[in-house]
């Protein structure tokens, strides 16, 4: 299995590479939760590895962006809004870089290549 490899390509079957793309790129308006769906529709399914892989993937790096949303967002209210000036600029600047690496992992998972973003914790496993 290339878990370990990313960007190794796959066997996987034209549709779940698309299912793979529509679960990356749903992060621009649904955040975790179709990568979530996904994920536990296929985690069962050993012909569905390369799916069950990128759905993990997509609800990983969509579980960090909302940790560090809601973390600038208790700075912000801890501080009454001062730091809402420094806050929301970066939250604005992470949203833009999440949709790079949203269509970056789409292209990658529709080409039937394995993405692992540059940053996330990886929660589930």
Do not use: C
């Amino acid at each position: 299995m290339n878990d370990i490899n990313p960007g190794a390509s796959t066997d996987a079957s034209s549709d779940d590479r698309t299912v793979a793309l529509l679960t990356h790129l749903s992060g621009i308006l649904f955040n975790f939760v179709v990568p979530l769906i996904v994920w536990l529709i296929n985690k069962d399914k050993a012909e569905k590895a390369f799916l069950n892989d990128q759905a993990k993937e997509a609800l990983n790096f969509n579980l960090t962006l909302l940790a560090i949303y809601i973390a600038l967002q208790v700075l912000t209210a801890i501080t009454l809004g001062l730091l809402g000036l420094l806050t929301v600029p970066l939250m604005f600047l992470l949203w833009i870089v999440s949709v790079i690496f949203y269509i970056i992992a789409g292209i990658k998972a529709n080409n039937g290549e394995r993405y692992r973003y540059p940053f996330a914790f990886r929660l589930i496993k």
